[in-house]
Nanobody
């Protein structure tokens, strides 16, 4: 059984920063891709950023230059550093792992950008 524990969400003013963290545990085997997705009210879930085991990253156009994803393979942790946050970044953010035994999702953490 795979567990993903997310932390770091909260309320921030426009222009502010937040750091999301996701730690994986359980029967994972090899982790291929770690990433963050988000879902705003009334919208579909969308990819925010992903990072492969080799460190290759991919970002949604809307967050390029503002967000940075990183991972610690030994600790099975993925970090999303978010800066210059905008109102439209408000959403529930989900951690995602593609690993040897399938795909796993975190429970989600709320990020609210508001003045």
């Amino acid at each position: 059984q795979v567990q993903l524990v997310e932390s770091g969400g909260g309320l921030v003013q426009p222009g502010g920063s937040l750091r999301l963290s996701c730690a994986a545990s359980g029967n994972i085997g090899s982790i291929y891709v770690m990433g963050w997705y988000r879902q705003a009210p009334g919208k579909q879930r969308e990819m925010v950023a992903t990072i492969t085991s080799g460190g290759s990253t991919n970002y949604a156009d809307s967050v390029k230059g503002r967000f940075a994803i990183s991972r610690d393979n030994a600790k099975k942790t993925v970090i999303l550093q978010m800066s210059s946050l905008k109102l439209e970044d408000t959403a529930v953010y989900y951690c995602n792992l593609r690993h040897a035994f399938g795909v796993s999702w975190g429970q989600g953490t709320q990020v609210t950008v508001s003045s």
